[in-house]
């Protein structure tokens, strides 16, 4: 995030001694507070900037060499979806829920589940997107796959293990 100090409400000071002092501001005063304090309210300040900001804004898509913008057929930038889903957000996309019942905590979880999923895959490598869907998505298995990419079945179910642990750890950040 750029100028973090435009909202950043507490500070760190250099003493003499080589030594810091921690200071949050309070109704507008610096009041000294002790590390620990400081850190947390720091990390909590940052968490709720993070939920406030980052997280809101939608992101575009960018070429994993160039680190451009992509484009799409009318020149207009790629825009990926916020990475917040709410239920209000998804009935306002009119969202089909089971038997047109109010939807229920489960399925709106798992409708949140599966979208963070789809978030997570769009950050693997083209190799590994194509392996995850075909061996996923496309109902594809191991050795099918390993025959049409020439390559050992047993080196296409340690990439998928490899690749499933990568979106594990994806979805949990």
């Known amino acids: 995030m750029n100028n973090w100090r435009n ?22 005063k610096y009041i000294e507070v002790e590390e620990s304090l ?3 309210y720091a990390v909590m300040t940052r968490k709720m900037k993070y939920m406030e900001l980052d997280i809101k804004r939608n992101r575009t898509k960018q070429d994993p060499q160039t680190g ?3 484009l799409d057929e009318n020149g207009q ?4 979806p916020e990475r917040e889903t709410s239920l209000d957000k ?3 996309a009119d969202w089909d829920f089971p038997n047109g019942e109010q939807a229920t905590d489960e399925v709106v979880i798992a409708l949140m589940e599966s979208a963070a999923l789809h978030d ?5 490598d083209a190799g ?5 869907r075909a061996l ?3 109902d594809v298995s191991a050795a099918a796959f390993a025959k049409i990419s020439k390559v050992d079945r047993s080196t296409i179910v340690r990439r998928r293990d490899k690749i499933l642990l990568k979106l594990r750890e994806l979805m949990s950040n």
Do not use: P
């Open 7 to 28: 909202y950043c409400n507490y500070r760190r000071k250099k003493n003499d001694d080589g030594t810091y002092s921690h200071f949050i501001v309070v109704d507008g």
């Open 38 to 40: 400081y850190r947390e």
């Open 68 to 70: 451009r913008r992509e």
């Open 77 to 80: 930038t790629v825009v990926l």
């Open 90 to 92: 998804l009935m306002e």
């Open 120 to 124: 997570a895959i769009e950050q693997l």
């Open 128 to 132: 590994e997107q194509a392996l995850i």
């Open 136 to 138: 996923y998505f496309d």
